[in-house]
Each structure stands twice: as C-alpha cells, then as structure tokens.
C-alpha cells in the first residue's frame, strides 16, 4: 500500500473565508426570522346554542344587562348597566359590577353579564368591557393574578342603526 | 516622529475574537427564534386585554377564526363574507373534522378561537358567534393580546 505523504509545514493554514461567509449567512437568516411574537390569551365563553339546555342549571344566574351604544365612527358612545348610565368609563364600570359582586370568589356564579351593543361599534370596546367585567389584576407577592368578578358573559342580539 | 512600517504582504488580523462574537450572536438568535406555528394573521390585529392569560393547557383541535376590520372572516387562508354560502359549508365541514379527530364524546368541547380586529363591528364578530352556534359550537375563545403594564 502506497501512503501518500504530506507536505510538513509548521502551522496548518486555515481558509477563514468560506466559514465566515457561511456564519454570515447564518447570521443574517436568523435574523431576518426573528420575530417578536406577542403574547396572546383567551376569553374563554359559553355559549350553547339551544337555550334548553340551560334549563338544566338549578338556580337562574342574575341577570346584568350591558348596553353599548355606538357613535357613528363605531366609537363607544354610551353605556349603560341595568338601565342607568355609566360615565366614568370601564373603570367605573368596573367598580359597579365590584359593587354587585363583590370580591369574594364565592358568588361569581350568581351574576351573567349581558351584552348588548350596537352593530357597528368596534370590537375593541367589547373587549373591554370584558375585562372590565371579568375582574382584574392584583399583585400578589409580586405576581400578576386575576381576581375574577363575573365569569358568565352572554351576548345579546346586536341593534341595527337604520334599519 | 517615528513611523513604524508595518509593510506585510498579507495582512492577517486575528478572526477568534470576531468569529466568538458571530457564533454567539447565531446562537442567540437561534434560541429566541421560534418555529411554532402561529396563526397569526398581518391582517388582523387583536385588540389588547390586561387579563388575556394564554390558555394553560393546549387546546384540543381548535378552529381559529379570524376577522378583518372589515368584518370579512379568514377561514384556513381564505377570505370570506360572513354571510357567504361558502363560509357556511367550511364550518359544516370543519366540524366534522374535529368530531372525528376528538371521538364521539368531546365534540361539545371542541373550541373556536375567535380573532377579530380590534375595529372589526362588533356585530359582525357576533354574526359569525351565531353561525357558529348553529353549527353545534358552544366553547368560543375570544382571542386578546397581553397587555403590558407600564412597560
């Protein structure tokens, strides 16, 4: 068998060149694929579709009925629970529904929150009031939790401006 | 004062300190670079929630629907009315997909996760809700991006 011998030199030449146009490369794609994703959460609703099968529930939740009306951009124009209009915005909205409620977890059960807006308005403020609704954040030991005011959010039959 | 010549016929500078640089920032960006699926839409941009809270366990077979501004809904990539025929039989259709991947027993639980543009009329996110219903969902997930207190 022939071994081919090798030209001995003192340092072994390495060609940088291809390698840092490769990483380069790398670089560069990895980068252009970075994106910031945000981070995105859930308004969990139940929403059956035959109404008869809430008949099953022992105790009728009470109902609180929400209505948005909307300005003709879409923008929130008024508000009002139970009939009496809110002004102070979903921060009083919130503070009332805290009133009914409450604090204690035990009696979420007992409210429904219904929802009744304009076709037109966006549906940022829906949201919103959802939040405003659903509870709020509390730090506890530095920790964002939820404490939960309403749970039960239904929808009414939205209302067509114009026909 | 005195030049010193540095005349060579090649200059080598040192590469390691600048390759240990570009390794590190490959590596960086590799992790943070994720590749899960995300349905998210250029379309669509989700109003913000203090308490959107990602969902603590994945959903089983979710079907996302999205919503445009102008209340026209995105169905696995395509664009329809509302009120289209077309909308009507995908829905028929995805749900008895997801009843056949979850079995008989979990087809009530199957979600729909709702993804509205932020000014998307409301009463079109709720046509859609209605349509759904009659097709047999119930569980809807009203989709809402996190949002960051004073930061």
Redesign the interface.
């Known amino acids: 068998m022939k071994v081919r011998k090798r030209d001995k030199t003192d340092k072994i030449e390495l060609q940088?060149t291809p390698?840092?146009d490769i990483?380069?490369q790398?670089?560069v794609f990895?980068?252009m694929?970075?994106n910031i994703?945000?981070?995105?959460?859930?308004?969990?609703?139940?929403?059956?579709?035959a109404p008869s099968t809430e008949t099953l529930t022992d105790v009728a939740p009470v109902k609180l009925p929400l209505r948005m009306t909307a300005d003709a951009q879409?923008n929130l124009a008024t508000m009002t629970l139970e009939g009496s209009p809110i002004t102070g915005g979903f921060d009083e909205l919130h503070q009332r529904i805290l009133g009914k409620v409450g604090e204690g977890s035990s009696s979420e059960g007992d409210y429904e929150v219904e929802i009744q807006?304009?076709?037109?308005?966006?549906?940022?403020?829906?949201?919103?009031a959802?939040?405003a609704v659903?509870?709020?954040?509390k730090k506890i030991d530095g920790e964002d939790e939820?404490i939960s005011l309403v749970e039960k959010i239904r929808?009414a039959?939205?209302v067509?401006k114009g026909g | 004062m005195r030049l010193q010549k540095q005349k060579k016929e090649d200059a080598e500078g040192d590469?390691t300190p600048m390759?240990d640089i570009?390794?590190q920032?490959?590596a960086f960006?590799?992790v943070?670079?994720?590749f899960?699926k995300?349905d998210?839409d250029d379309r669509v941009k989700?109003?913000?929630?203090?308490?959107?809270?990602?969902?603590e366990q994945k959903l089983k077979f979710p079907v996302t629907l999205q919503?445009t501004a102008d209340g026209m809904v995105i169905l696995g990539g395509d664009l329809m009315d509302v009120e289209s025929p077309d909308l009507d039989n995908r829905l028929i259709r995805e749900r008895r997909a997801a009843g056949e991947k979850v079995g008989p027993g979990g087809i009530d639980e199957v979600p729909v996760?709702i993804r509205?543009?932020?000014?998307?009329?409301?009463?079109?996110?709720?046509k859609l809700?209605t349509l759904c219903?009659?097709k047999?969902?119930?569980?809807?997930?009203?989709?809402?991006?996190?949002e960051t207190?004073g930061g």
């Open positions: 940088m390698m840092i990483v380069f790398l670089l990895f980068i694929t970075f994703v945000e981070v995105e959460g859930d308004f969990n609703i139940l929403m059956p579709g879409g807006c304009d076709f037109e308005l966006k549906y940022r403020f829906v949201i919103d959802i939040t659903r509870g709020r954040l939820v929808f039959q939205p067509k | 590469m390759i570009v390794f920032l490959i960006f590799m943070l670079v994720n899960t995300v998210a989700l109003p913000s929630s203090a308490l959107a809270k990602p969902p919503m996760i509205a543009h932020e000014l998307a009329p409301t009463g079109k996110v709720q809700i219903q009659s047999g969902f119930q569980r809807f997930r009203l989709r809402a991006k996190e207190k």
